[in-house]
């Protein structure tokens, strides 16, 4: 299966402290995105990050890649009761388009003041 | 410029009517997909749609079609609705490597 897995499912952290989130998958990807979904609503893009690239950053946010291991992981810096949501990592293995995303089951992520 | 924009954003329909959703891309995007997520999972690709034809299809029943039209928006109908159709119904836009959603229409199924 293309899904990702991600790990842990769910996260509790008091404001101000990181929050990680791992995404693992079986397959060659052209690309990796991650999301922020809150309450059930709509998905959020919070950063791409291609197969030739190993670390992005954006904001508080940092995004590694590891292809050799197959997996990702984003890190929330310094997060605040705004961050509490769920978070999606989505494998595009199709043309690299976004055509076709598959997504893992999410981390619910918990930020306590 | 408006993100994606979906209707309705709820929807209540009883077992074996059908369905209409609606979608309208970002201003420029070609592509649409749809997704389906059921509560406590991750989106699950339905169709993807660019210049007007179905490019792609995920595991999903014939009761499931869409279409795209000429300004790119976009209709997901569903067929002979059961409870397990249930879910929130996404939309996604892109014009390069990034797929941009919208706020979903929730479709309950009594």
């Given amino acids: 299966s293309q899904q990702g897995e991600e790990d842990p499912q769910a996260l509790s952290i008091q404001e101000g402290e990181n929050a990680t989130m791992n995404c693992s998958y079986k397959t060659s990807i052209n690309n990796l995105q991650w999301y922020r979904q809150n309450s059930g609503r709509g998905l959020v893009h919070l950063i791409l990050i291609r197969s030739n690239e190993r670390e992005k950053h954006s904001g508080r946010l940092r995004v590694t890649l590891d292809t050799s291991k197959k997996s990702s992981s984003l890190l929330i810096t310094a997060s605040r009761a705004a961050d509490t949501a769920s978070y999606f990592c989505a494998l595009d293995a199709d043309t690299g388009t976004a055509s076709k995303l598959t997504f893992g089951t999410g981390t619910r992520l918990q930020v306590t003041l | ?110």
């Fill in chain 2, 1 to 110: 410029d408006a993100g994606v924009t979906q209707s309705p954003t709820h929807l209540i329909k009883t077992r074996g009517q059908h369905v209409t959703l609606r979608c309208s891309p970002i201003s420029g995007h070609k592509s649409v997909s749809w997704y389906q997520q059921v509560l406590g999972q991750g989106p699950q690709f339905i169709f993807q749609y660019y210049e007007k034809e179905e490019r792609g299809r995920g595991n999903f029943p014939d009761r499931f079609s869409a279409r795209q039209f000429p300004n790119y928006s976009s209709e997901l109908n569903v067929n002979a609705l059961l409870l397990g159709d249930s879910a929130l119904y996404l939309c996604a836009s892109s014009r390069w490597a990034e797929a941009f959603f919208g706020q979903g229409t929730r479709l309950t199924v009594v």
